[in-house]
């Protein structure tokens, strides 16, 4: 059974950075396509970042230069720094891996 645990998300005020985690058992992290979405109030899910097992990593434009996509397979963990927060990163973020979900976490950015 797969399980994708996520944590570290919170309100930081713009500018500010914080680093999601996602934990995951019963599936090996570095085998899978891994990904970060983000769901802001009455809005569509959206792609945010991208890992592959290559370690090829691809971003949404709305984030590249400031977050950044990382795995540790030691913990079978990955990773979604993100810096230099702005309001509109507002959201529910979703790890994904292998087509299965997390939970989601809230991040929240005040201005």
């Known amino acids: 059974q797969v399980q994708l645990v996520e944590s570290g998300g919170g309100l930081v005020q713009a500018g500010g950075s914080l680093r999601l985690s996602c934990a995951a058992s019963g599936r090996t992290v570095s085998s899978y396509v891994a990904s970060w979405f983000r769901q802001a109030p009455g809005k569509q899910r959206e792609l945010v970042a991208v890992i592959i097992p290559s370690g090829n990593t691809n971003y949404a434009d709305s984030v590249k230069g400031r977050f950044t996509i990382s795995r540790d397979n030691a913990k079978n963990t990955m990773y979604l720094q993100m810096n230099n927060l702005k309001p509109e990163d507002t959201a529910v973020y979703y790890c994904?891996?292998?087509?299965?979900w997390g939970q989601g976490i809230q991040v929240t950015v005040s201005s």
């Open positions: 994904n891996i292998g087509r299965s």
